[in-house]
């Protein structure tokens, strides 16, 4: 088991910057996903920790060693790529065991660790297969088993449940937690998909364009967004963004909208009074905007008066669109509501929840 730490590691592609002085630290047994858009550094992050790319600036530790210079072969490391690289003239259990053959391990631990790794997996009928003859997800468990026969001290996945459809990934989901649970080893995952993320993960990193931008719980990223981009990138609908003013009146103090004006609650007004009288992007998660009939009790609530403009039958919700002026806006509504598109009602926002952004900074403002 190890810990792994990225001191100031970046890397540069000619004049592209892929990862930009990355300060960050995995601990041992940690099961940390690294989650952003397309092009933002993720998997090469991963792969100069795997040594397939080589640093420009930085060290990378692994339980403390320096491993800027060692081969991939001798960090002790196992990766599960996208695409599955099954040797597809070999069989399910000499595919798993090809790696620990050129290390001349013993045949007897050969045979233990890859039927162990089989049974973990629960593929153990399809050890004398071929790739071609596997399901998808059949294919990414033998991925997973090639990598867990090397024991190694870190497991790195590369998007493994990319390229599986979505009743399966959710299958797979839970087997890669399950199995990171078992055998309490350090995972470090990539991914643009939230939901695994938010569900697989003990800590998430965000990145973007090379630069880590939160690094914190599922819940306190989706709660505590550190900027707009994570605020705006995790949760699906994204959080509601408003052009709004914080004007202060009679000891109060209102977000102003311009089309609306919503008190913020007194235990945030210490933190927001310096603000009086500036611009600041008011944020609002779609499950804070309520159905005025189905709002939750004992919640500060503020009105905004709206237009539906679509609406969205998910079965357990109903997604309803709004439109307020010429800005648009999505709630996530109890399935019970009656609202149809072309009806003006007054939204329920829970203020509590609120957030607000410096324009300037895009920081969060706590």
Known sequence: MASVTYDQVTKRF?????????????????FLVLLGPSGCGKTTALRLLAGLEELTEGNIYIE??????????????????????????????????????????PKDEIDNRVKEAARILRIEELLDRKPKQLSGGQRQRV???????????????DEPLSNLDAKLRVTARAEISKLHQRLETTFIYVTHDQTEAMTMGTRVVVLKDGLLQQVDTPQNLYNYPANLF????????????????????????????????????????????????????????????????????????????????????????????????????????????????????????????????DPQTEKAVR
């Open 14 to 30: 000619g004049d592209v910057v892929a990862v930009n002085h990355l300060d960050m630290e995995v601990t041992d047994k940690e």
């Open 230 to 357: 994570v605020a705006g990138f995790i949760g699906s609908p994204a959080m509601n963004f408003f052009d709004a003013t914080l004007v202060g009146e009679n000891g109060d103090l209102y977000v102003d909208g311009g089309t609306f004006r919503l008190k913020v609650p007194g235990d945030k007004l210490q933190v927001l009074l310096p603000y009086k009288g500036k611009k600041a992007v008011f944020g609002i998660r779609p499950d804070d905007i309520h159905d005025p009939q189905f709002t939750p009790p004992n919640i500060t609530a503020g009105k905004i008066k709206a237009k539906v403009d679509v609406t969205e039958l998910m079965g357990n919700e109903v997604l309803a669109h709004f439109l307020i002026g010429e800005k648009s806006f999505v709630a996530r509504f109890d399935p019970r509501t009656v609202v149809r598109v072309n009806d003006t009602i007054e939204v329920m926002v829970n203020m509590d929840n609120m957030q607000i952004f």
């Open 143 to 157: 991925a997973v088993g090639r990598a867990i026969v090397r024991e190694p001290k870190v497991f790195l996945m």
């Open 64 to 105: 403390g060693r320096v491993v800027n210079d060692v081969p991939p072969k001798d960090r002790d490391i196992a990766m599960v790529f996208q695409s599955y690289a099954l040797y597809p003239h070999m069989s399910v259990y000499d595919n798993m065991a090809f790696g620990l053959k050129l290390r001349k391990t």
